[in-house]
């Protein structure tokens, strides 16, 4: 039996409500940084709403069918660019959405009572849902890492565009071939095509903003498995493992390389004296320091409390203490707030430079003997490894 508009359409309203329960189990299992599922679930409940009094023209008035019916749709496409807005943590651009409600809202009442209403329901409906379905591309893509695969973003713009463009074919078709104005429910082959085109791919979109959670729920476990959860920076394992293929890549290519250490000085007295609080602003200071100071190629992160590691490819050991040296000094300036008043902090250095043979164990062991130097010495310096500067409490590097 062949599938009429009315039952196409009442049929998807089911599958879509489907998605929206989903999405709302998604809003309530993932973690706090996912967000926009509760609200794309309520955008989905109202396109169903939509779709359910749209369905029913002929069986309930007009004033619901004609009027609410339309103007729920294009809420419907503003909540979803309100999800977006939210996933990306961005601010919902409210104006537009609302002011191509109104439009809908006046257009679709004015057109109740006039001869060539249907004429006037096309445009009006088409063009406003033309302006939001451009306006949820723009709010996907502005924040688009080019860096990294979205598949989800690229799945969800796709969908969105398609409805776009099915939008403008059906204005084109019924001005440019003949195709004549009717109603939504009509039996007219365009119709059908329109109808369940439209339908489908707003499950596409939902779809596509599924895919888009969860690439962030993986991306948001690499982070809490790589990351420091305090700094941001990589964590001890993240950098070992790093570092690790760079030190084989350096010895393969026969480069230089250098490793840096970063010890805060008198770290434990600033917990003491000030607060732990305080101790992890300072730590989190350096940190930023860190991304300032580091070229986009150096490997760096938070080794354990407060001490600090970088590798640095391509690197003598004279190019990674002006290095250290420019960061030293501008660590010994800055001023981190507490309690209404500031405390200042240094850092001490150790160096080491890669040489051939030697592991990264090694290489962290050699910066370690420079950095106890760097303490020995009166802290707020840089050292460089050599066999003259190895205490007696640490193993020679052979």
């Not at 439209?198 to 690499?222: A, D, H, P, R, T």
Request: glycine share 8%.
């Amino acid at each position: 039996m062949e599938l009429d508009p009315r039952t196409f359409i009442l049929a998807v309203t089911v599958v879509a409500s489907v998605i929206a329960v989903v999405f709302f189990i998604f809003a309530r299992n993932f973690p706090e940084p996912i967000k926009g599922f509760r609200v794309w679930a309520i955008a989905l409940l109202v396109g169903v709403a939509a779709a359910a009094m749209m369905g029913s023209r002929g069986v309930i008035p007009d004033a619901y069918s004609i009027v609410l019916g339309n103007a729920l749709y294009p809420i419907s496409i503003a909540l979803m660019i309100a999800a977006i807005s939210i996933f990306n943590n961005d601010l919902i651009p409210w104006k537009i959405p609302w002011l191509c409600v109104a439009i809908v809202l006046f257009g679709m009442t004015y057109s109740l009572g006039e001869e060539n209403g249907v004429v006037i329901r096309v445009h009006v409906g088409s063009w406003t849902n033309i302006v939001l379905l451009g306006l949820a591309i723009w709010t996907l893509l502005k924040r688009l890492d080019e860096k990294q695969l979205r598949m989800g973003v690229y799945f969800t713009c796709a969908s969105f565009t398609l409805t776009t463009v099915i939008a403008l074919a059906r204005i084109i078709t019924y001005i440019g071939w003949g195709g004549g104005y009717v109603d939504l429910l009509n039996e007219n082959s365009l119709q059908k095509v329109y109808v369940v085109s439209q339908c489908l791919n707003m499950l596409l979109v939902s779809v596509g903003f599924g895919i888009m959670g969860q690439e962030k729920l993986v991306e948001s476990y690499y982070a809490l498995a790589t990351s420091d959860a305090l700094t941001g920076l990589r964590n001890r394992r993240h950098f070992l493992n790093v570092a690790e293929q760079e030190i084989q890549r350096a010895e393969r290519y026969q480069r230089n390389a250098s490793l840096l250490l970063i010890d805060i000085d008198h770290f434990k007295a600033i917990n003491d004296i000030h607060g732990p609080e305080t101790g992890d602003n300072v730590i989190k200071d350096i940190a930023e320091v860190m991304r300032e100071s580091f070229r986009e190629i150096d490997i760096h992160g938070r080794y354990e409390g407060g001490k600090f590691i970088a590798l640095l490819p391509e690197t003598h050991r004279a190019g990674a203490e002006v290095i250290a040296e420019r960061i030293r000094v501008v660590l010994h300036m800055r001023r981190v707030e507490y309690n209404g008043g500031e405390v200042c902090y240094g850092a001490s250095f150790g160096i080491a430079q890669l040489q051939p043979g030697m592991s990264l164990d090694q290489l962290i062991t050699q910066a370690n003997h420079a950095l106890y130097q760097a303490k020995d010495n009166g802290r707020n310096r840089v050292e460089t490894f050599s066999v003259e500067t190895v205490s007696s409490t640490w193993p020679e590097y052979s």
